[in-house]
C-alpha cells in the first residue's frame, strides 16, 4: 500500500519555520539533549523553584490578602509604630527569639506578622509557619486520642517551625484545656530555641491568661519580655484620601 508519507524524500525535510537549527545543547549537569536549543531539565527545576517560591507564603499558613504586605510598606506615624516596627525588624533577623504584638483592632500587627514571613522568604529561611490559635487548637484536637501517632505528629507540626506566629491569641479560652495545650507548646519550643510570635487584641493580661506560669516565665529573655503595644486608632476606620 503506497502513501503519500513514503513518498517524501527524507532528505528534502525543512525545519519548519522560526526553529533555528540547533541539534543539540550540551548540559553541564543533565547532559546532551538532541534537537532544543536550552536544557529541558533545567528549565523544567526553574518552573518549579519559582512555583514553589509562589506558593511558599501560602504554605506558611498566610492569608491571600496578607501576602503582599511587607515590613517596608508598614507606615510609621509615631515612635510608637517606629518601635513596633524595630521589634518585628528584631524578630525577622532572629536578634530576639520571642515577641508579643498587643492591641487595638486595624493596627497593623497581622500586617507585620506578614511583613515578618515574607522577609524571611526573601532571605531564603522557609522553615516559618503562620497560624491562628484557633486553628492551631482545632488541628491538635481533631487528633486527641487518634491511633498511632498522628496526635504527636500534629503537636510536631507547630514545634518543628524555626519561626512561629501564632495570631488571634484571645481569641481562644483561656479554659484549662487551652491553658495547658499552649503551655505545652511553649515549653517543648523554648527548649528547642525555637522563635515565636504572639498577636492579641487587648492587653498582655490576654495573653498571659492563655499560658501557665512556667510558659510564661518562658517569654522572657535578657530580663525582659520584648512586646509591642499598638494602642492607635484603627487604620481600618480610615477614610480613603
Ligand atoms: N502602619 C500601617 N501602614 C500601612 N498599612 C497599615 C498600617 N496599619 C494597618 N495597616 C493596614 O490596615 C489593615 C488592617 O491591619 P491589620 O490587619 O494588620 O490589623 P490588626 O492589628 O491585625 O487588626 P486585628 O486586631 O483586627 O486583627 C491592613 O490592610 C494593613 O495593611
Ligand atoms: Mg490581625
Ligand atoms: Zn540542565
Redesign the pocket.
Known amino acids: 500500500m503506497s502513501t503519500g508519507m513514503s513518498k517524501m524524500p527524507v532528505h528534502q525535510f525543512q525545519l519548519p519555520e522560526g526553529l533555528k537549527p540547533v541539534w543539540n545543547f550540551h548540559c553541564q549537569v543533565h547532559g546532551i539533549q538532541y534537537g532544543v536549543e536550552s536544557c529541558q531539565s533545567c528549565l523544567y527545576e526553574k518552573e518549579r523553584q519559582q512555583r514553589r517560591l509562589g506558593h511558599r507564603l501560602e504554605e506558611f499558613g498566610l492569608p491571600d490578602?496578607?501576602q503582599a504586605?511587607t515590613l517596608d510598606?508598614?507606615?510609621?506615624?509615631s515612635p510608637a509604630?517606629q518601635s513596633a516596627l524595630d521589634l518585628a525588624v528584631q524578630f525577622a533577623n532572629g536578634d530576639i527569639r520571642n515577641l508579643l504584638m498587643v492591641?487595638?483592632?486595624?493596627?497593623?500587627?497581622?500586617?507585620?506578622a506578614a511583613g515578618i514571613l515574607n522577609h524571611l522568604n526573601n532571605s531564603g529561611q522557609y522553615d516559618c509557619l503562620y497560624t491562628t490559635a484557633e486553628r492551631m487548637l482545632k488541628a491538635i484536637r481533631a487528633c486527641y486520642g487518634a491511633t498511632g501517632d498522628a496526635e504527636q505528629r500534629t503537636f510536631d507540626f507547630f514545634i518543628h517551625p524555626t519561626v512561629l506566629i501564632i495570631?488571634?491569641f484571645d481569641k481562644i479560652k483561656s479554659g484549662p484545656d487551652e491553658v495547658r495545650i499552649v503551655s505545652e507548646l511553649i515549653r517543648d519550643r523554648d527548649s528547642y530555641g525555637r522563635r515565636l510570635a504572639l498577636?492579641a487584641?487587648g492587653n498582655l493580661d490576654r495573653i498571659r491568661k492563655r499560658m501557665d506560669k512556667s510558659a510564661a516565665d518562658r517569654m522572657y529573655e535578657n530580663g525582659k519580655v520584648n512586646k509591642a503595644m499598638?494602642t492607635w486608632p484603627?487604620?481600618?476606620r480610615r477614610k480613603a484620601t
Open positions: 490578602k496578607c504586605k510598606g508598614f507606615v510609621i506615624e509604630h492591641g487595638i483592632e486595624g493596627t497593623g500587627k497581622t500586617h507585620l495570631d488571634e498577636i487584641n499598638f484603627s487604620w481600618r
